[in-house]
Structures are given as structure tokens and as C-alpha cells.
């Protein structure tokens, strides 16, 4: 258990909508990640944070943003969702005291009709 | 540009029967080369890191290896629970991301 918290692990909404997913961690780890899974493309990395504040973009960061205010919680933001956002969204966490190792949720499964 | 391959994309075996599976790497310079299994509507679950060419580790009936170019995860006398998709990724030397590969789907008949 990597003490990691994904909200909502679903949800459907409609082209246009602002969508926010939200990933809560207890263990006070620096690094969090944002990373969606789609058939045929495996895991890919959106945005990351190595600290409160300090956040950078992955390979595919285009129409999400990313907040982190405080070290427990990650925030993952679709400003104007659209069907291509259709994924399942997974937060990770970086255990460093685990020879680095990145532990995930359980998942968010985003439908945008 | 630093790019995990896996193959195959699928394999079918039958409970009991041995195989391998593939993950071929390139990048900068690795820092750690990772395995882990994914279920069916869960997040991938860890299994291994290994960090060097030579380096070896085992879980059960799981034995991961690493060379300079390629990583092979080993099931010995392969069990029904063992079906799922087994993900590799590679993370290098700059830091803090894992690229990872399209997995395997790993499914064994009783």
C-alpha cells in the first residue's frame, strides 16, 4: 500500500467541462506523478511535481495543467475536457527511501461524452 | 530519446509451461529499469528494480535479469494467478520519470 488516494475513481462529463482529479498521499513523499493509460500506448507521463510548487511537464501535457499547494495532494486539471481525454489517470508516488522507486494508485477512470 | 519495446504483446501458455518475457531499452544513461504487474482494473503493482548489467532478482516464480540493452522477466512453472500484464520501464540518469513499455499480456490455462 503506497498510502496514495485517487478522487473520483470515475467519472463521466461532457466535452467542454472543466474536470479536476485529485490524488492525496500520506507518506510526505517529495515527487508525484500524473500518468495516463491508453490501449496501444501504454503509460504515458503528463506532469509531474518534485515538490510544493515545483511542478514540470511530461510527454503529453498538452490541455492539462497541474497545482500543488501542499505536499499531500496533487491536482490534475482538464480546463475544457475533450474526447481524447478519455483515459484512465494514474497518480504515483516516489518512494526515495525504496531505492526510488514510483508506486501508483488505483486509478481514475475519466469517460468525456 | 530514451524508448522501452516490449514483446511479445501477448502470450498464452499453459499452467506449468516456462517462458520469457522481453523489454528492449534504449537511454542516456540508466539510472534503475523497472518490471511491475498490472490486474485488470488496478494500478501496476511493483515488482523489481534492478540497476546494473549482471544484476538478478527473484519473487516466487519471477526472475528478472538486465543486460546493456535488455531486461527479461523469467516465469518458472507459470500459475493461473499469474495472468495479467507485466510492464517494464526504464528510468534515466537526469531523473525522477519512468518511461515505460506497452507491456505484456501474459494469460496461462490451468
Known amino acids: 500500500d503506497a498510502g496514495i488516494t485517487q478522487s473520483p475513481r470515475h467519472k463521466v462529463t461532457e466535452t467542454g467541462t472543466p474536470v479536476t482529479l485529485r490524488c492525496h498521499q500520506t507518506?510526505?513523499?517529495?515527487?508525484m506523478y500524473w500518468y495516463r493509460q491508453d490501449p496501444g500506448h501504454g503509460l504515458r507521463l503528463i506532469h509531474y511535481?518534485?515538490?510544493?510548487?515545483?511542478?514540470d511537464k511530461g510527454e503529453v501535457s498538452d490541455g492539462y495543467s497541474v497545482s500543488r499547494s501542499k505536499t499531500e495532494d496533487f491536482l490534475l486539471t482538464l480546463e475544457s475536457a475533450t474526447s481524447s481525454q478519455t483515459s484512465v489517470y494514474f497518480c504515483?508516488?516516489?518512494?526515495?527511501?525504496?531505492?526510488?522507486?514510483?508506486?501508483f494508485g488505483e486509478g481514475s477512470w475519466l469517460t468525456v461524452v | 530519446e530514451d524508448q522501452v519495446t516490449q514483446s511479445p504483446e501477448a502470450l498464452r501458455l499453459q499452467e506449468g509451461e516456462s517462458s520469457s518475457l522481453n523489454c528492449s531499452y534504449t537511454?542516456?544513461?540508466?539510472?534503475?529499469l523497472f518490471w511491475y504487474r498490472q490486474d485488470p482494473g488496478k494500478g501496476p503493482e511493483f515488482l523489481f528494480t534492478?540497476?546494473?548489467a549482471g544484476e538478478e532478482k527473484e519473487k516466487e516464480r519471477l526472475k528478472a535479469t538486465l543486460t546493456k540493452k535488455e531486461s527479461f522477466l523469467h516465469i518458472t512453472a507459470p500459475k493461473p494467478e499469474d495472468s495479467a500484464t507485466y510492464l517494464c520501464?526504464?528510468?534515466?540518469?537526469?531523473?525522477?520519470?519512468?518511461?515505460f513499455g506497452q507491456g505484456t499480456e501474459l494469460s496461462v490455462k490451468p
Open positions: 511535481s518534485y515538490g510544493v510548487k515545483d511542478t
Open positions: 537511454v542516456s544513461g540508466l539510472r534503475g
Open positions: 534492478l540497476y546494473s
Open positions: 507518506e510526505n513523499h517529495r515527487y
Open positions: 520501464a526504464v528510468e534515466d540518469n537526469q531523473g525522477g520519470k519512468l518511461i
Open positions: 504515483a508516488i516516489k518512494r526515495q527511501s525504496s531505492g526510488n522507486t514510483i508506486y
